[in-house]
Protein backbone atom coordinates (compact mmCIF):
# COMPACT_ATOMS: atom_id res chain seq x y z
CA UNK A 1 0.00 0.00 0.00
CA UNK A 2 2.63 2.56 0.84
CA UNK A 3 4.10 2.06 -2.69
CA UNK A 4 0.71 2.50 -4.09
CA UNK A 5 0.85 5.99 -2.43
CA UNK A 6 4.49 6.77 -3.40
CA UNK A 7 3.49 6.39 -6.78
CA UNK A 8 0.57 8.14 -6.49
CA UNK A 9 3.02 10.85 -5.54
CA UNK A 10 6.01 10.21 -8.16
CA UNK A 11 2.76 10.58 -10.78
CA UNK A 12 1.22 13.83 -8.94
CA UNK A 13 5.05 15.08 -9.32
CA UNK A 14 5.48 14.40 -13.25
CA UNK A 15 2.48 15.59 -13.89
CA UNK A 16 3.35 18.83 -12.26
CA UNK A 17 0.87 18.48 -9.71
CA UNK A 18 3.38 18.69 -6.75
CA UNK A 19 6.30 20.76 -7.42
CA UNK A 20 5.41 23.26 -10.41
CA UNK A 21 7.48 25.91 -7.94
CA UNK A 22 10.88 25.05 -5.70
CA UNK A 23 10.47 24.56 -2.55
CA UNK A 24 12.07 27.41 -0.78
CA UNK A 25 9.17 29.17 -2.88
CA UNK A 26 6.45 27.25 -1.61
CA UNK A 27 7.80 27.54 1.97
CA UNK A 28 7.50 31.13 1.59
CA UNK A 29 4.01 30.86 1.03
CA UNK A 30 3.47 28.44 3.64
CA UNK A 31 5.36 30.92 6.36
CA UNK A 32 2.79 34.10 5.74
CA UNK A 33 2.40 33.90 9.40
CA UNK A 34 5.95 34.26 10.02
CA UNK A 35 6.01 37.57 7.26
CA UNK A 36 5.54 40.58 9.82
CA UNK A 37 8.23 38.76 12.22
CA UNK A 38 10.72 38.02 9.02
CA UNK A 39 10.13 41.61 7.94
CA UNK A 40 11.26 42.80 11.93
CA UNK A 41 14.28 40.24 11.70
CA UNK A 42 15.83 41.53 8.72
CA UNK A 43 14.92 45.57 9.86
CA UNK A 44 16.73 44.84 13.15
CA UNK A 45 19.46 43.15 11.83
CA UNK A 46 20.00 45.86 9.56
CA UNK A 47 19.61 48.42 12.10
CA UNK A 48 22.39 47.07 13.93
CA UNK A 49 24.97 46.84 11.33
CA UNK A 50 24.23 50.67 11.55
CA UNK A 51 24.65 51.00 15.15
CA UNK A 52 28.12 48.45 14.37
CA UNK A 53 28.87 51.01 11.63
CA UNK A 54 28.54 53.71 14.21
CA UNK A 55 30.76 51.59 16.70
CA UNK A 56 33.72 51.31 14.28
CA UNK A 57 33.67 54.97 13.43
CA UNK A 58 33.86 55.80 16.95
CA UNK A 59 36.44 53.02 17.81
CA UNK A 60 38.98 54.68 14.73
CA UNK A 61 38.28 58.28 15.77
CA UNK A 62 39.33 57.48 19.22
CA UNK A 63 42.65 55.55 18.29
CA UNK A 64 43.47 57.81 16.03
CA UNK A 65 42.87 60.52 17.98
CA UNK A 66 44.26 59.47 21.28
CA UNK A 67 47.52 57.72 19.53
CA UNK A 68 47.97 60.03 16.77
CA UNK A 69 47.16 63.34 17.86
CA UNK A 70 48.28 62.24 21.47
CA UNK A 71 44.74 63.88 22.79
CA UNK A 72 43.76 63.00 26.61
CA UNK A 73 40.90 60.42 27.79
CA UNK A 74 38.59 63.95 28.77
CA UNK A 75 39.09 65.32 25.43
CA UNK A 76 37.61 61.97 23.68
CA UNK A 77 35.14 61.83 26.48
CA UNK A 78 32.17 62.67 24.48
CA UNK A 79 33.31 60.03 21.63
CA UNK A 80 33.87 57.66 24.42
CA UNK A 81 30.21 58.07 25.56
CA UNK A 82 28.68 57.64 21.94
CA UNK A 83 31.11 54.86 21.89
CA UNK A 84 29.21 53.25 24.39
CA UNK A 85 25.44 54.31 23.26
CA UNK A 86 25.70 52.60 19.82
CA UNK A 87 27.00 49.53 21.31
CA UNK A 88 23.86 49.24 23.93
CA UNK A 89 21.78 50.45 21.14
CA UNK A 90 23.42 47.44 19.11
CA UNK A 91 23.18 44.66 21.82
CA UNK A 92 19.32 45.87 22.15
CA UNK A 93 18.94 45.36 18.68
CA UNK A 94 20.64 42.01 18.11
CA UNK A 95 18.01 40.73 20.84
CA UNK A 96 15.17 41.95 19.18
CA UNK A 97 16.24 40.65 16.09
CA UNK A 98 16.76 37.36 18.25
CA UNK A 99 13.32 37.93 19.42
CA UNK A 100 11.45 38.10 16.60
CA UNK A 101 13.30 35.24 14.74
CA UNK A 102 12.20 32.82 17.37
CA UNK A 103 8.57 34.50 16.86
CA UNK A 104 8.33 33.67 13.83
CA UNK A 105 9.79 29.98 13.56
CA UNK A 106 7.12 29.50 16.68
CA UNK A 107 4.33 30.98 14.64
CA UNK A 108 4.87 29.13 11.63
CA UNK A 109 5.27 25.96 13.53
CA UNK A 110 1.86 26.18 15.31
CA UNK A 111 0.28 27.16 11.70
CA UNK A 112 2.44 24.57 9.66
CA UNK A 113 1.08 21.84 12.38
CA UNK A 114 -2.26 22.93 12.29
CA UNK A 115 -2.40 22.73 8.98
CA UNK A 116 -1.21 19.52 8.65
CA UNK A 117 -2.93 18.30 11.04
CA UNK A 118 -6.09 19.35 9.32
CA UNK A 119 -5.01 18.27 5.84
CA UNK A 120 -4.38 14.59 7.48
CA UNK A 121 -7.99 14.75 8.68
CA UNK A 122 -9.33 15.90 5.76
CA UNK A 123 -7.36 12.85 3.62
CA UNK A 124 -8.80 10.56 6.06
CA UNK A 125 -8.00 6.96 6.62
CA UNK A 126 -8.34 6.46 3.07
CA UNK A 127 -5.15 8.14 2.97
CA UNK A 128 -3.67 7.23 6.24
CA UNK A 129 -4.16 3.32 5.81
CA UNK A 130 -1.54 3.80 2.92
CA UNK A 131 1.03 5.60 4.90
CA UNK A 132 3.62 4.33 7.05
CA UNK A 133 2.57 6.27 10.60
CA UNK A 134 6.36 6.18 12.13
CA UNK A 135 7.25 8.32 8.58
CA UNK A 136 3.73 10.59 9.00
CA UNK A 137 4.85 10.76 13.00
CA UNK A 138 8.15 11.49 11.62
CA UNK A 139 7.30 14.70 9.52
CA UNK A 140 4.58 15.92 11.78
CA UNK A 141 7.14 16.11 14.85
CA UNK A 142 10.56 15.94 13.91
CA UNK A 143 10.19 17.47 10.13
CA UNK A 144 8.28 20.60 11.89
CA UNK A 145 10.96 21.17 14.57
CA UNK A 146 13.28 21.57 12.00
CA UNK A 147 11.75 24.54 10.10
CA UNK A 148 12.81 26.28 13.34
CA UNK A 149 16.22 26.85 12.03
CA UNK A 150 15.52 27.81 8.66
CA UNK A 151 13.03 30.05 9.83
CA UNK A 152 14.66 31.48 12.14
CA UNK A 153 18.05 31.66 10.65
CA UNK A 154 18.65 30.50 7.36
CA UNK A 155 15.95 32.98 5.76
CA UNK A 156 16.77 35.93 7.26
CA UNK A 157 20.10 35.05 6.54
CA UNK A 158 19.71 34.80 3.11
CA UNK A 159 18.54 38.46 2.46
CA UNK A 160 20.53 39.56 5.37
CA UNK A 161 23.85 38.11 3.17
CA UNK A 162 23.16 40.84 0.75
CA UNK A 163 21.89 43.32 2.46
CA UNK A 164 23.95 43.58 5.30
CA UNK A 165 27.40 43.80 2.78
CA UNK A 166 25.46 46.30 0.53
CA UNK A 167 24.83 48.63 3.49
CA UNK A 168 28.85 48.58 4.36
CA UNK A 169 29.80 49.50 0.82
CA UNK A 170 27.40 52.02 0.77
CA UNK A 171 29.06 53.67 3.69
CA UNK A 172 32.15 52.89 2.45
CA UNK A 173 32.15 54.33 -0.84
CA UNK A 174 31.71 57.85 0.06
CA UNK A 175 35.17 57.23 2.60
CA UNK A 176 37.38 55.30 -0.11
CA UNK A 177 36.15 53.93 -3.03
CA UNK A 178 38.97 51.62 -3.76
CA UNK A 179 38.23 49.54 -0.78
CA UNK A 180 34.94 49.02 -1.30
CA UNK A 181 35.01 48.04 -4.89
CA UNK A 182 37.55 45.47 -3.65
CA UNK A 183 34.79 43.99 -1.11
CA UNK A 184 31.94 44.29 -3.78
CA UNK A 185 34.40 42.14 -6.09
CA UNK A 186 35.64 39.23 -3.46
CA UNK A 187 32.20 38.83 -1.99
CA UNK A 188 30.88 37.18 -5.10
CA UNK A 189 33.44 34.11 -4.80
CA UNK A 190 32.31 33.15 -1.51
CA UNK A 191 28.28 32.18 -2.38
CA UNK A 192 29.64 31.22 -5.57
CA UNK A 193 31.78 28.93 -3.67
CA UNK A 194 29.09 27.62 -1.22
CA UNK A 195 26.22 26.69 -3.90
CA UNK A 196 28.74 24.61 -6.20
CA UNK A 197 29.64 22.97 -2.33
CA UNK A 198 26.03 23.28 -0.90
CA UNK A 199 24.65 21.89 -4.27
CA UNK A 200 26.36 18.39 -3.58
CA UNK A 201 25.96 18.60 0.07
CA UNK A 202 21.62 19.12 -0.54
CA UNK A 203 21.23 15.68 -2.24
CA UNK A 204 22.83 13.90 0.53
CA UNK A 205 20.84 15.97 3.63
CA UNK A 206 17.70 14.47 1.30
CA UNK A 207 19.16 11.14 1.41
CA UNK A 208 19.60 11.62 5.36
CA UNK A 209 16.21 12.62 6.15
CA UNK A 210 14.36 9.91 3.85
CA UNK A 211 16.74 7.17 5.61
CA UNK A 212 15.25 8.70 9.01
CA UNK A 213 11.97 8.95 7.90
CA UNK A 214 12.43 5.02 6.86
CA UNK A 215 13.82 4.24 10.20
CA UNK A 216 11.67 5.84 12.74
CA UNK A 217 8.63 4.03 10.77
CA UNK A 218 10.61 0.43 11.08
CA UNK A 219 10.98 1.32 14.68
CA UNK A 220 7.19 2.06 15.09
CA UNK A 221 6.92 -0.68 13.48
CA UNK A 222 8.93 -3.38 15.02
CA UNK A 223 7.64 -1.57 18.57
CA UNK A 224 4.04 -2.38 17.34
CA UNK A 225 4.55 -5.82 16.47
CA UNK A 226 6.99 -6.62 19.58
CA UNK A 227 4.77 -9.88 20.27
CA UNK A 228 4.44 -11.60 17.31
CA UNK A 229 8.02 -10.63 16.46
CA UNK A 230 9.02 -12.95 19.83
CA UNK A 231 6.13 -15.74 18.62
CA UNK A 232 8.54 -16.53 15.13
CA UNK A 233 11.65 -16.15 16.91
CA UNK A 234 12.85 -13.26 14.58
CA UNK A 235 14.20 -10.98 17.78
CA UNK A 236 17.51 -11.32 16.30
CA UNK A 237 16.52 -11.10 12.74
CA UNK A 238 15.03 -7.61 13.35
CA UNK A 239 17.82 -6.68 15.37
CA UNK A 240 20.44 -7.06 12.75
CA UNK A 241 18.09 -5.53 10.46
CA UNK A 242 18.17 -2.45 12.83
CA UNK A 243 21.65 -2.31 13.61
CA UNK A 244 21.87 -2.38 9.64
CA UNK A 245 18.98 1.01 9.34
CA UNK A 246 21.29 2.56 12.06
CA UNK A 247 24.44 2.17 10.62
CA UNK A 248 23.51 3.16 7.07
CA UNK A 249 21.67 6.14 8.72
CA UNK A 250 25.21 6.78 10.39
CA UNK A 251 27.16 6.80 7.40
CA UNK A 252 24.82 9.08 5.62
CA UNK A 253 24.65 11.47 8.55
CA UNK A 254 29.11 10.94 8.67
CA UNK A 255 28.99 12.54 5.06
CA UNK A 256 27.11 15.14 5.39
CA UNK A 257 29.12 16.01 8.34
CA UNK A 258 32.21 16.10 6.33
CA UNK A 259 30.47 17.65 3.92
CA UNK A 260 29.30 20.60 5.88
CA UNK A 261 33.00 20.35 7.62
CA UNK A 262 34.53 20.58 3.98
CA UNK A 263 32.26 24.18 3.07
CA UNK A 264 32.93 25.90 6.29
CA UNK A 265 36.61 25.31 5.90
CA UNK A 266 36.49 26.57 2.32
CA UNK A 267 34.08 29.04 3.56
CA UNK A 268 36.64 30.01 5.93
CA UNK A 269 39.86 30.50 3.90
CA UNK A 270 38.01 32.25 1.63
CA UNK A 271 37.15 35.20 3.89
CA UNK A 272 40.47 35.26 4.95
CA UNK A 273 42.10 35.59 2.12
CA UNK A 274 39.90 38.22 1.21
CA UNK A 275 40.23 40.46 4.41
CA UNK A 276 43.92 39.50 3.84
CA UNK A 277 43.65 41.08 0.61
CA UNK A 278 41.77 44.28 1.61
CA UNK A 279 44.32 44.58 4.74
CA UNK A 280 47.63 44.26 2.74
CA UNK A 281 46.44 46.86 0.18
CA UNK A 282 44.98 49.47 3.00
CA UNK A 283 48.69 48.92 4.50
CA UNK A 284 50.55 49.63 0.93
CA UNK A 285 48.08 52.34 0.91
CA UNK A 286 48.52 53.72 4.15
CA UNK A 287 52.57 53.91 3.74
CA UNK A 288 51.99 55.55 0.96
CA UNK A 289 50.22 58.48 2.19
CA UNK A 290 47.09 56.90 -0.37
CA UNK A 291 44.53 56.93 2.61
CA UNK A 292 43.80 58.74 6.36
CA UNK A 293 45.00 56.28 9.74
CA UNK A 294 41.20 56.72 10.42
CA UNK A 295 39.62 55.93 7.60
CA UNK A 296 41.83 52.92 7.18
CA UNK A 297 41.28 51.58 10.26
CA UNK A 298 38.05 51.73 9.95
CA UNK A 299 37.63 50.23 6.72
CA UNK A 300 39.50 47.26 8.41
CA UNK A 301 37.32 47.16 11.34
CA UNK A 302 34.25 46.68 8.92
CA UNK A 303 35.98 44.31 6.56
CA UNK A 304 35.27 41.08 8.73
CA UNK A 305 31.56 42.91 9.15
CA UNK A 306 31.06 42.95 5.39
CA UNK A 307 31.94 38.97 5.48
CA UNK A 308 30.32 37.93 8.56
CA UNK A 309 27.10 37.59 7.05
CA UNK A 310 28.11 35.39 4.60
CA UNK A 311 29.95 33.04 6.76
CA UNK A 312 26.57 33.19 8.91
CA UNK A 313 24.85 31.88 5.66
CA UNK A 314 27.39 29.06 5.62
CA UNK A 315 26.49 28.29 9.13
CA UNK A 316 23.16 28.51 9.01
CA UNK A 317 22.78 26.55 5.68
CA UNK A 318 23.18 23.03 6.70
CA UNK A 319 20.39 23.41 9.32
CA UNK A 320 18.73 25.64 6.67
CA UNK A 321 19.04 22.61 4.75
CA UNK A 322 18.09 20.02 6.56
CA UNK A 323 14.73 21.87 7.38
CA UNK A 324 14.44 22.17 3.30
CA UNK A 325 14.51 18.84 3.43
CA UNK A 326 11.91 18.32 5.91
CA UNK A 327 9.23 20.20 4.59
CA UNK A 328 9.93 18.73 0.81
CA UNK A 329 7.67 16.04 2.65
CA UNK A 330 4.96 18.05 4.68
CA UNK A 331 4.85 20.16 1.12
CA UNK A 332 3.67 17.11 -0.71
CA UNK A 333 0.74 15.97 1.79
CA UNK A 334 -0.26 19.69 2.06
CA UNK A 335 -0.76 19.47 -1.81
CA UNK A 336 -2.24 16.23 -1.71
CA UNK A 337 -5.95 16.91 -3.47
CA UNK A 338 -8.79 16.45 -1.19
CA UNK A 339 -11.30 14.87 -2.64
CA UNK A 340 -13.85 16.08 -0.13
CA UNK A 341 -16.26 18.52 -1.61
CA UNK A 342 -16.95 22.14 0.40
CA UNK A 343 -20.46 21.53 2.87
CA UNK A 344 -23.29 23.35 0.91
CA UNK A 345 -25.74 22.66 3.57
CA UNK A 346 -25.63 22.53 7.32
CA UNK A 347 -28.73 20.71 8.55
CA UNK A 348 -32.17 19.87 7.24
CA UNK A 349 -32.70 16.28 8.50
CA UNK A 350 -35.24 14.92 10.50
CA UNK A 351 -32.99 13.75 13.74
CA UNK A 352 -35.03 10.47 14.53
CA UNK A 353 -35.14 8.31 11.05
CA UNK A 354 -32.39 8.72 8.52
CA UNK A 355 -33.50 6.36 4.84
CA UNK A 356 -30.46 6.18 2.79
CA UNK A 357 -30.46 5.07 -0.97
CA UNK A 358 -27.56 4.31 -3.10
CA UNK A 359 -28.60 4.87 -6.61
CA UNK A 360 -25.62 4.59 -9.29
CA UNK A 361 -22.77 4.40 -6.87
CA UNK A 362 -19.27 3.51 -8.02
CA UNK A 363 -15.91 4.39 -5.88
CA UNK A 364 -12.31 4.11 -7.78
CA UNK A 365 -9.52 3.87 -5.21
CA UNK A 366 -6.92 6.65 -6.54
CA UNK A 367 -4.47 4.60 -8.86
CA UNK A 368 -6.26 1.47 -9.09
CA UNK A 369 -8.50 0.59 -12.24
CA UNK A 370 -10.54 -1.80 -11.13
CA UNK A 371 -13.61 -0.05 -8.96
CA UNK A 372 -14.00 -0.96 -5.19
CA UNK A 373 -18.00 -0.45 -5.68
CA UNK A 374 -19.36 -0.70 -9.11
CA UNK A 375 -23.01 0.85 -9.71
CA UNK A 376 -24.51 -0.27 -5.91
CA UNK A 377 -28.26 0.84 -5.96
CA UNK A 378 -30.07 0.16 -3.00
CA UNK A 379 -31.99 1.52 -0.44
CA UNK A 380 -32.34 1.69 3.27
CA UNK A 381 -35.30 2.50 4.85
CA UNK A 382 -35.45 4.62 8.17
CA UNK A 383 -35.27 1.83 11.35
CA UNK A 384 -33.96 -1.49 9.86
CA UNK A 385 -30.82 -3.56 9.91
CA UNK A 386 -28.75 -4.17 6.76
CA UNK A 387 -26.43 -7.01 6.71
CA UNK A 388 -23.17 -6.40 4.42
CA UNK A 389 -21.78 -9.89 3.49
CA UNK A 390 -19.26 -11.06 1.33
CA UNK A 391 -15.40 -12.17 0.69
CA UNK A 392 -12.87 -10.15 2.04
CA UNK A 393 -12.44 -7.44 -0.51
CA UNK A 394 -16.06 -7.76 -1.81
CA UNK A 395 -16.07 -3.76 -0.76
CA UNK A 396 -17.67 -3.81 2.47
CA UNK A 397 -15.19 -1.03 3.69
CA UNK A 398 -15.86 1.07 1.20
CA UNK A 399 -19.44 1.20 1.22
CA UNK A 400 -19.41 1.81 5.00
CA UNK A 401 -16.09 4.76 4.44
CA UNK A 402 -18.71 6.10 1.72
CA UNK A 403 -21.51 6.77 4.89
CA UNK A 404 -19.06 7.94 7.06
CA UNK A 405 -17.81 10.48 3.95
CA UNK A 406 -14.32 9.62 4.60
CA UNK A 407 -14.36 8.97 0.41
CA UNK A 408 -17.11 10.65 -1.82
CA UNK A 409 -18.27 8.55 -4.83
CA UNK A 410 -16.81 8.51 -7.96
CA UNK A 411 -20.05 8.20 -9.55
CA UNK A 412 -23.93 7.84 -8.65
CA UNK A 413 -25.07 9.47 -5.66
CA UNK A 414 -26.13 8.77 -2.01
CA UNK A 415 -29.22 10.51 -0.50
CA UNK A 416 -30.99 11.16 2.37
CA UNK A 417 -34.46 11.31 3.31
CA UNK A 418 -34.55 12.22 -0.46
CA UNK A 419 -31.19 15.33 0.06
CA UNK A 420 -27.99 14.60 -1.28
CA UNK A 421 -25.56 14.08 1.04
CA UNK A 422 -23.02 15.49 -0.85
CA UNK A 423 -24.81 18.96 -0.34
CA UNK A 424 -24.61 18.21 3.67
CA UNK A 425 -21.57 19.62 5.46
CA UNK A 426 -19.18 16.93 6.44
CA UNK A 427 -19.21 17.82 10.13
CA UNK A 428 -22.96 18.05 10.28
CA UNK A 429 -23.66 14.81 9.00
CA UNK A 430 -21.44 13.04 11.15
CA UNK A 431 -23.45 14.41 14.01
CA UNK A 432 -25.79 11.88 12.45
CA UNK A 433 -23.65 8.76 12.41
CA UNK A 434 -22.78 6.57 15.13
CA UNK A 435 -19.79 3.99 14.54
CA UNK A 436 -18.58 1.07 16.24
CA UNK A 437 -15.32 -0.56 14.05
CA UNK A 438 -13.93 -4.06 14.73
CA UNK A 439 -11.21 -2.91 16.63
CA UNK A 440 -12.25 0.34 17.80
CA UNK A 441 -9.68 3.06 19.02
CA UNK A 442 -9.06 4.05 22.26
CA UNK A 443 -6.87 6.55 23.30
CA UNK A 444 -4.07 7.10 26.19
CA UNK A 445 -6.49 8.75 28.74
CA UNK A 446 -9.13 7.24 30.86
CA UNK A 447 -12.39 5.39 30.61
CA UNK A 448 -14.67 8.25 30.79
CA UNK A 449 -12.44 10.56 28.65
CA UNK A 450 -12.87 7.81 26.52
CA UNK A 451 -16.52 7.37 26.50
CA UNK A 452 -17.27 10.87 26.96
CA UNK A 453 -15.79 11.44 23.45
CA UNK A 454 -18.90 10.93 21.83
CA UNK A 455 -19.85 13.77 23.81
CA UNK A 456 -18.05 15.62 25.70
CA UNK A 457 -20.86 18.03 26.94
CA UNK A 458 -22.30 14.65 28.23
CA UNK A 459 -23.47 14.40 31.83
CA UNK A 460 -21.72 12.39 34.10
CA UNK A 461 -25.44 10.77 34.66
CA UNK A 462 -25.40 10.08 30.84
CA UNK A 463 -21.67 9.00 30.60
CA UNK A 464 -22.51 6.19 33.50
CA UNK A 465 -26.09 5.42 31.98
CA UNK A 466 -24.25 4.70 28.01
CA UNK A 467 -21.48 2.59 29.99
CA UNK A 468 -24.74 0.13 31.60
CA UNK A 469 -26.70 0.11 28.42
CA UNK A 470 -23.36 -0.52 26.92
CA UNK A 471 -22.76 -3.73 29.39
CA UNK A 472 -19.92 -2.41 31.00
CA UNK A 473 -20.58 -0.63 34.05
CA UNK A 474 -20.14 -3.84 36.05
CA UNK A 475 -16.37 -4.25 34.43
CA UNK A 476 -15.55 -0.45 35.40
CA UNK A 477 -16.77 -0.17 38.51
CA UNK A 478 -14.77 -3.36 39.28
CA UNK A 479 -11.41 -2.05 38.41
CA UNK A 480 -9.30 -0.07 40.62
CA UNK A 481 -10.12 3.37 40.11
CA UNK A 482 -13.39 3.11 37.95
CA UNK A 483 -14.10 5.48 35.61
CA UNK A 484 -11.16 7.60 36.20
CA UNK A 485 -8.96 4.24 35.01
CA UNK A 486 -6.39 5.12 32.28
CA UNK A 487 -6.38 2.50 29.84
CA UNK A 488 -2.91 2.66 28.29
CA UNK A 489 -2.16 3.25 24.59
CA UNK A 490 -4.63 1.88 22.13
CA UNK A 491 -6.32 0.59 25.40
CA UNK A 492 -3.85 -2.10 25.68
CA UNK A 493 -5.14 -2.68 29.27
CA UNK A 494 -8.12 -3.50 28.67
CA UNK A 495 -9.76 -7.08 26.85
CA UNK A 496 -10.99 -6.84 23.31
CA UNK A 497 -14.34 -7.65 24.99
CA UNK A 498 -13.57 -4.52 27.39
CA UNK A 499 -12.84 -2.36 24.47
CA UNK A 500 -15.62 -3.13 22.15
CA UNK A 501 -18.01 -2.33 24.92
CA UNK A 502 -16.48 0.90 25.60
CA UNK A 503 -16.95 1.77 21.81
CA UNK A 504 -20.53 0.55 22.19
CA UNK A 505 -21.11 3.10 25.33
CA UNK A 506 -19.40 5.91 23.50
CA UNK A 507 -22.25 4.88 20.67
CA UNK A 508 -25.01 5.31 23.03
CA UNK A 509 -24.07 8.28 24.59
CA UNK A 510 -23.62 9.92 20.91
CA UNK A 511 -27.65 8.92 20.25
CA UNK A 512 -27.01 8.76 16.18
CA UNK A 513 -29.82 7.90 14.19
CA UNK A 514 -27.39 6.14 11.70
CA UNK A 515 -25.25 2.94 12.95
CA UNK A 516 -22.59 2.08 11.34
CA UNK A 517 -21.33 -1.63 13.03
CA UNK A 518 -18.60 -3.56 11.60
CA UNK A 519 -18.97 -6.95 13.89
CA UNK A 520 -15.90 -8.29 15.29
CA UNK A 521 -15.06 -11.01 13.85
CA UNK A 522 -12.04 -12.44 16.36
CA UNK A 523 -13.92 -14.95 19.27
CA UNK A 524 -14.95 -12.99 22.19
CA UNK A 525 -15.25 -15.18 25.88
CA UNK A 526 -18.93 -16.63 26.00
CA UNK A 527 -19.94 -13.71 28.61
CA UNK A 528 -18.44 -10.87 26.61
CA UNK A 529 -20.39 -12.27 24.20
CA UNK A 530 -23.49 -12.44 25.43
CA UNK A 531 -23.67 -8.73 26.82
CA UNK A 532 -22.16 -7.10 23.55
CA UNK A 533 -24.96 -9.19 21.73
CA UNK A 534 -27.44 -7.89 24.29
CA UNK A 535 -26.39 -4.40 24.10
CA UNK A 536 -26.47 -4.31 20.56
CA UNK A 537 -29.47 -5.33 20.07
CA UNK A 538 -30.61 -2.17 22.55
CA UNK A 539 -28.55 -0.33 20.75
CA UNK A 540 -30.30 -1.00 17.26
CA UNK A 541 -33.41 -0.30 18.16
CA UNK A 542 -35.30 2.70 15.92
CA UNK A 543 -31.95 3.17 13.93
CA UNK A 544 -31.33 2.95 10.78
CA UNK A 545 -28.62 0.43 11.20
CA UNK A 546 -25.71 -0.98 8.43
CA UNK A 547 -23.79 -4.10 10.05
CA UNK A 548 -20.47 -5.63 7.96
CA UNK A 549 -21.67 -8.91 9.62
CA UNK A 550 -19.46 -12.22 10.00
CA UNK A 551 -21.92 -14.52 11.86
CA UNK A 552 -24.44 -16.20 11.08
CA UNK A 553 -26.89 -15.22 13.83
CA UNK A 554 -26.06 -11.42 13.13
CA UNK A 555 -27.04 -11.91 9.03
CA UNK A 556 -30.05 -13.97 10.73
CA UNK A 557 -31.70 -11.09 12.45
CA UNK A 558 -31.56 -8.49 10.07
CA UNK A 559 -34.28 -7.02 7.94
CA UNK A 560 -32.30 -7.19 4.83
CA UNK A 561 -29.14 -8.79 3.95
CA UNK A 562 -27.18 -7.92 0.75
CA UNK A 563 -24.65 -9.60 -0.59
CA UNK A 564 -21.50 -8.45 -1.95
CA UNK A 565 -18.96 -9.67 -5.06
CA UNK A 566 -15.92 -8.01 -6.27
CA UNK A 567 -17.80 -4.18 -5.54
CA UNK A 568 -21.14 -5.41 -7.08
CA UNK A 569 -24.47 -6.10 -5.07
CA UNK A 570 -25.13 -10.05 -6.32
CA UNK A 571 -27.93 -10.53 -4.01
CA UNK A 572 -29.81 -8.34 -1.63
CA UNK A 573 -33.33 -9.60 0.42
CA UNK A 574 -34.42 -11.29 3.79
CA UNK A 575 -32.17 -13.74 5.34
CA UNK A 576 -34.74 -16.58 5.23
CA UNK A 577 -35.50 -15.83 1.12
CA UNK A 578 -32.66 -15.72 0.06
CA UNK A 579 -31.42 -18.71 1.76
CA UNK A 580 -34.05 -20.75 -0.12
CA UNK A 581 -32.37 -21.98 -4.01
CA UNK A 582 -28.90 -22.11 -5.07
CA UNK A 583 -28.26 -18.33 -4.02
CA UNK A 584 -24.26 -17.04 -2.78
CA UNK A 585 -25.48 -16.47 0.34
CA UNK A 586 -26.93 -19.81 0.69
CA UNK A 587 -23.44 -21.32 -0.22
CA UNK A 588 -21.98 -18.88 2.43
CA UNK A 589 -24.05 -20.45 4.68
CA UNK A 590 -24.40 -23.86 4.10
CA UNK A 591 -20.79 -23.62 4.54
CA UNK A 592 -21.24 -22.48 8.18
CA UNK A 593 -21.08 -24.84 10.97
CA UNK A 594 -22.88 -22.47 13.53
CA UNK A 595 -21.22 -19.37 14.28
CA UNK A 596 -18.31 -19.61 12.30
CA UNK A 597 -17.20 -16.59 9.82
CA UNK A 598 -18.84 -15.29 6.83
CA UNK A 599 -15.75 -14.61 5.57
N1 LIG B 1 -6.94 2.76 0.35
C1 LIG B 1 -7.08 1.89 -0.65
N2 LIG B 1 -6.41 2.09 -1.81
C2 LIG B 1 -6.54 1.24 -2.82
N3 LIG B 1 -7.35 0.16 -2.82
C3 LIG B 1 -8.05 -0.10 -1.71
C4 LIG B 1 -7.96 0.75 -0.57
N4 LIG B 1 -8.77 0.23 0.38
C5 LIG B 1 -9.35 -0.87 -0.14
N5 LIG B 1 -8.92 -1.07 -1.40
C6 LIG B 1 -9.35 -2.14 -2.32
O1 LIG B 1 -10.74 -2.03 -2.54
C7 LIG B 1 -11.36 -3.29 -2.55
C8 LIG B 1 -12.48 -3.36 -1.51
O2 LIG B 1 -11.87 -3.25 -0.23
P1 LIG B 1 -12.72 -3.23 1.11
O3 LIG B 1 -11.76 -2.93 2.23
O4 LIG B 1 -13.88 -2.33 0.94
O5 LIG B 1 -13.22 -4.74 1.19
P2 LIG B 1 -13.95 -5.49 2.41
O6 LIG B 1 -15.07 -6.26 1.83
O7 LIG B 1 -14.27 -4.53 3.49
O8 LIG B 1 -12.80 -6.46 2.88
P3 LIG B 1 -12.54 -6.97 4.39
O9 LIG B 1 -13.73 -7.75 4.81
O10 LIG B 1 -11.33 -7.83 4.24
O11 LIG B 1 -12.28 -5.77 5.23
C9 LIG B 1 -10.26 -4.32 -2.32
O12 LIG B 1 -9.86 -4.82 -3.58
C10 LIG B 1 -9.14 -3.52 -1.68
O13 LIG B 1 -7.88 -4.03 -2.04
Known sequence: MACKVSETIARMKSSNLIGKLPVEKKLLQKIAPARTMLLLTILCALLATLATIAQMGYVSKIVSRVFLAHQSLEQVGSLLLFLLIAIFIRAVLLWLRELAAQQGAIRVKIALRKSLFRQLLQLGPAFSRGERTGELVLTLSEGIERLDAYVSRYLPQMFLSVLIPLLIVAVLFPL????????LLTAPLIPLLMVLVGSYTEKHIQQQWTALARMSAHFLDSVQGLMTLKLFGRSRAECERIERMSNSFRDRTMRVLRLAFLSGTVLEFMVTMAIGLVAVTLGIRLLNHGISFENAFLILLLTPEFYRPLRDLGTHRHAGMEGKAAAQRMLEILEMPVA????????????????????????????????????????????????????SGAGKSTLVNLLLRFIEPSAGQISVNGISLAALGIEEWRKYVALVPQRPYLFYGSIEENIRMARPEASDEEVLWAARQAGASDFIQRLPAGFATQIGEQGKRLSAGQAQRIALARAFLKDAPLLLLDEPASSLDPESEALIRQALER?????????????????????????????????????????????????????????????
Not at 176 to 183: E, I, Q
Not at 356 to 376: Q, R, W
Not at 567 to 575: A, L, R, S, V
Open 539 to 599: LQRDRTVVIVAHRYSTVAHADQVVVLEKGEIIEIGKPAALLQGDSTYARLMGKQSGEVSLR
Open 340 to 391: MPKAERSAGLSCSALEIDFTGVSYLYPNITKPALHNISLSLAAGTCTALVGR
Open 176 to 183: DWTSALLL
